[in-house]
Structures are given as structure tokens and as C-alpha cells.
């Protein structure tokens, strides 16, 4: 694949290729190759190892410490209807963040070297490899040196009893989110919700990529103002 004078090999570890796209990188990635294959992103094993993972991972290492952050906050006094409107809270927290961090990091403008490889491996390769199932959910290892900022955010704001429960909410809804996103790419829904939501999403890798940035729901992008326009809706005019 040629952009910019530079070839891509697809068959080659992509991640050090990527940077030298310069500012045909934008129009690259945002054309999609759909399979369910995993690209091979660095040469060293280990290392592309850690980029690997399956769905499954994220509940089984984040749920027991959503509860762990829950109990903390019921131990510190808080009854569980204190506890449960902590949780819903840190839930709408995190739609308000996963719209924000989409549209406003994961779509950024880059050029350079170094700037189209970290949205590569940020964002960029979802886009380049929408059905990756290996590399749809956020790897483990990067969302808890992440969880670590995050909780000292909600600490400057909330009490330090209601902090825990907070962020056990945050963390719930990012769960949430990547169960979902992984639904809608590799899911069959049959529910109307589910079906609109995929509808919604796919919208995005294939048609509209500068609107519908959210994931779980479409709220903030109504809110916002970048709620596309449906096909039909698009004919009609």
C-alpha cells in the first residue's frame, strides 16, 4: 500500500512503519481493512505479546476490583443506596469522558514521525483493523497506570469515602464500554437498542468517521451536535 511516496507492507510489523506516512497517514488509516486477523504490530514477541488480548480479560481482572473499590466506600460508612448512586454517577462520569477522549484525542490531526505512531497504537489501528478481535478492548496493563491519575483527579473533588465509590463507578462504565464495543463489532444483536447501537457505531468506521463518537450511547453526540445523519435521512435531502 503506497501513501506519500512511502509503501506500507502489511505483511512487516506495522508500527514502525506507520510514522513514515507523514500526512498521508490520516487518509491510510482511515480506509479500512476488515478482517478478523490480527497485523503483526512489532517484532519483538514479547512485546507484541502485550498487545494481544482477549475480551474475556477485562471483566476477569476489572470487575473484583470494581467491587473492592465499592466495599472500600461501604466500609468507610456509606450505606448501599449511597453506594449505588456513587456507582450510576461514576457510570455518567465515564460516558462524558469516553465521548471526550473519542472525539477529541483518539481523532486527532497528526503528521509527524512519532505523533502518527502513537495514534496508531492509540487509536489508529481500530480504524486501520476495525475486526482485530485481539486489539479491540484497552490492554490491562495501560488502563491501570491510567486508573492511577484518574483516581487522584476524582480525590481533588470528592470526599476520601466517596472517592473509592466514584471511581469503582468510572471503572464500571469503562467495562461496560469495552463489552459493548466489542458487541457491536462482533456481535449479532436482534434487540432494537443493541441493533440501533451497532447500526450507530459502524456508521462510524464506514461511512462518517468525523461524528458518533460514543460508544455506549449516542446521548452526548445529540447533546454536541455530531449525531450523523442516517442514510435515509442523507438520500432525502
Given at each position: 500500500?503506497?501513501?506519500?511516496g512511502?509503501t506500507?507492507?502489511?505483511?512487516?510489523p506495522?508500527?514502525?512503519?506507520?510514522?513514515?506516512?507523514?500526512?498521508s497517514?490520516?487518509?491510510?488509516?482511515?480506509?479500512?481493512?476488515?478482517?478478523?486477523?490480527?497485523?503483526?504490530?512489532?517484532?519483538?514477541?514479547?512485546?507484541?505479546?502485550?498487545?494481544?488480548n482477549?475480551?474475556?480479560?477485562?471483566?476477569?481482572?476489572?470487575?473484583?476490583?470494581?467491587?473492592?473499590?465499592?466495599?472500600?466506600?461501604?466500609?468507610?460508612?456509606?450505606?448501599?443506596?449511597?453506594?449505588?448512586?456513587?456507582?450510576?454517577?461514576?457510570?455518567l462520569?465515564?460516558?462524558?469522558?469516553?465521548?471526550?477522549l473519542?472525539?477529541?484525542?483518539?481523532?486527532i490531526?497528526?503528521?509527524?514521525?512519532?505523533?502518527?505512531?502513537?495514534?496508531?497504537?492509540?487509536?489508529g489501528?481500530?480504524?486501520?483493523?476495525?475486526?482485530?478481535?485481539?486489539?479491540?478492548?484497552?490492554?490491562?496493563?495501560?488502563?491501570?497506570?491510567?486508573?492511577?491519575?484518574?483516581y487522584?483527579?476524582?480525590?481533588?473533588?470528592?470526599t476520601?469515602s466517596?472517592?473509592?465509590?466514584?471511581?469503582?463507578?468510572?471503572?464500571?462504565?469503562?467495562?461496560?464500554?469495552?463489552?459493548?464495543?466489542?458487541?457491536?463489532?462482533?456481535?449479532q444483536?436482534?434487540s432494537?437498542?443493541?441493533r440501533?447501537?451497532k447500526?450507530?457505531?459502524?456508521?462510524?468506521?464506514?461511512?462518517?468517521?468525523t461524528?458518533?463518537?460514543?460508544?455506549?450511547?449516542?446521548?452526548?453526540?445529540?447533546?454536541?451536535?455530531?449525531?450523523?445523519?442516517?442514510?435515509?435521512?442523507?438520500?432525502?435531502?
Amino acid at each position: 500500500m503506497v501513501a506519500n511516496g512511502y509503501t506500507v507492507d502489511l505483511n512487516k510489523p506495522l508500527v514502525a512503519q506507520v510514522g513514515h506516512l507523514g500526512e498521508s497517514y490520516q487518509e491510510w488509516v482511515h480506509k479500512p481493512i476488515v478482517t478478523k486477523e490480527s497485523p503483526r504490530f512489532f517484532e519483538n514477541d514479547v512485546v507484541e505479546f502485550l498487545t494481544l488480548n482477549d475480551w474475556w480479560v477485562i471483566p476477569l481482572i476489572w470487575f473484583p476490583v470494581v467491587c473492592w473499590f465499592e466495599f472500600k466506600s461501604f466500609w468507610m460508612g456509606h450505606d448501599l443506596p449511597q453506594i449505588a448512586l456513587m456507582v450510576v454517577s461514576g457510570i455518567l462520569i465515564w460516558t462524558l469522558m469516553e465521548y471526550t477522549l473519542h472525539r477529541f484525542l483518539f481523532h486527532i490531526k497528526t503528521k509527524g514521525y512519532w505523533t502518527n505512531t502513537l495514534h496508531y497504537l492509540l487509536h489508529g489501528c481500530h480504524h486501520k483493523h476495525p475486526q482485530d478481535a485481539l486489539r479491540l478492548v484497552f490492554p490491562p496493563a495501560a488502563a491501570a497506570i491510567l486508573l492511577v491519575p484518574l483516581y487522584n483527579l476524582v480525590k481533588l473533588a470528592a470526599t476520601p469515602s466517596t472517592t473509592p465509590g466514584l471511581v469503582g463507578g468510572v471503572l464500571f462504565g469503562y467495562v461496560c464500554y469495552d463489552m459493548t464495543h466489542y458487541y457491536l463489532h462482533h456481535g449479532q444483536p436482534t434487540s432494537k437498542v443493541p441493533r440501533y447501537l451497532k447500526r450507530y457505531h459502524l456508521n462510524h468506521h464506514f461511512r462518517i468517521q468525523t461524528m458518533g463518537f460514543g460508544i455506549t450511547s449516542s446521548f452526548w453526540d445529540r447533546v454536541f451536535g455530531t449525531l450523523p445523519e442516517t442514510k435515509s435521512a442523507a438520500k432525502s435531502r
